[in-house]
């Protein structure tokens, strides 16, 4: 296994340890106990330039200028546009990004207590989760709420690449890259001109069967469900084709779910490959894709 796999699988297991039943929060803006639009998902691509990473929180679209309120009390601190809540014992950090505040650094800041506005421009307000020395997801069990979402993941396509080249399903062979392309929608409606936007499943895995058997076992390669990924997974987990969201415009998202499979490891045949796509309310969707090895 490549060592980019075994931090991503270090990952999974961190996940696993979070206490499910960790006390909820509302939102930051009113109604604070009504659910929002999101626009942006945890671990989305974040591409800008040469510059790429993993988004490190979750987009709550909203008019400019609307106000924006601290989810829990502590104690302030304000840096250009962003304002982080630090508590008064431990726990975890909220950050409310592209505000124009309404605090001072240092302030005390209360529950629901107006900390800014929406700055002109945004048409949205970045909230971001810090605990235990990383970024954790705010849609995750536990998390802010209520949040509801029915919408089913989308697996359209996958690819095998040889050498970075796409390569015939029914003439496979070698050492192979397997990409997927796979999207959620999102729950509720997104003004315009963010409507179109897409969002990346929580958890992407896959296996290999033939007719009733399995052939291989289920791998999981994607887990965003509770912890921001080391920007050095990035080029691991999405491939050159992946692009953000856009005004106006959606995005796309394309994983690798296998890097350098040995297909010399199944006989010459026909295979299915089953990809599954989880949201973090485990709506999961699936798809299908006959292929043929052929060494």
Known sequence: MRSPLRVLFAFSLLALLVPAAASAYGWPIRPFYQQHAIRGYFNDPRLSGPEQGFHFGVDISAADGTPVYAIEPGTARVHGQTVSIFPKRGGHRLSYWHVVPAVAKGQRV????????????????????????????????GGLAPYIDDTVPQIPSLTFLSSGHPIPPEAVS???????????????????PWNQAIFTPALIRWRIVQGQNTIKPWETPVDFRTFLLPISLYD????????????????????????????????????????????????????????????
Not at 244 to 256: L, M, P, S, T, V
């Open 110 to 141: 209360r529950r629901h207590q107006l900390i800014g506005r929406i700055v002109a421009g945004a048409g949205h307000v970045h909230l971001a989760e810090y605990k235990d020395g990383t970024y954790i997801n705010p849609l995750r069990l």
């Open 174 to 192: 070698g050492a192979v890259d397997i990409a997927t392309e796979a999207f959620d929608t999102s729950p509720m409606p997104i003004a315009f």
């Open 236 to 295: 691991f987990i999405y491939t050159p084709g992946t692009f953000q969201n856009k005004a106006g415009r959606r995005g796309r998202y394309d994983f690798y779910v296998a890097h350098q499979f040995d297909t010399r490891v199944l006989p010459n045949g026909s295979y299915v490959l089953q990809v599954e796509a989880r949201d973090e309310q485990e709506n999961v969707g699936q798809a299908l894709f006959a292929f043929t090895v052929r060494n």
